[in-house]
């Protein structure tokens, strides 16, 4: 690889790595945010938002069916009441927002806001502690997200081995069968073969009596 290549690779790493300070509209107001670039689909990045939360213990699915997937609002997937360990447990309300890159379908942008309650949204100047924990709790989704899509190739490629395998072993059966087929067939053949001598030699008795019966005639 040319050092171009690596450089490029290098930024591209880079630029997917770390979350950024933006603001961002919310109920017609602008709000503090984080932004952050995935190299990854948008069901990617939403499924590894409920991994990382489930990470501090927080389980949305326990709320109900698609409970976090319903609780929606302004276009933001809200979780109250999550805690992080390095904040004390401190509960926060965390609004996240996903989606598809303009640049490319296959990978996804992912918007944060924090909330001690109330929409009292948390910035870099009003609370940098719990901001840059914030901060420093998303950025972990670059890896989150590779671990992700990792399980997720593998189960498919699981799924290609098992599909393999499976054709396989209906090849190798189909093999048998037409073996069994043969056998019978050879099995057939040879009766027919038996049962063709058989009816020669039935025919030849038939002659024979039909010769001795127009011998008759012609000695009468």
Known sequence: MS???????????????????????YKEALQPALILRLPNKTEVAEATILQKLKETGYNPETKGMLFWKSNKLDGFYVFNGVTFPEMNNQKLDMYFKVDKASENKNQSTVYLMVSKGYDNFVSPQNDTVTFYAAQKFLNGFVAGTDAYK??????????????????LSDLQQNEKDMHNKIEKLQTDLSNNQNDQK??????????NVLQLLKDKVVKR
């Open 198 to 207: 058989n009816q020669q030699m039935e025919i030849d008795n038939q002659k």
């Open 3 to 25: 050092t171009l290549m690596v450089a490029l690779s290098a930024c591209a790493i880079t630029a997917y790595a770390q979350s950024s300070f933006i603001t961002i509209t």
């Open 150 to 167: 990792l399980d997720l190739d593998i189960e498919a490629q699981q799924k290609n081995v098992a599909n393999a395998e499976k054709k």
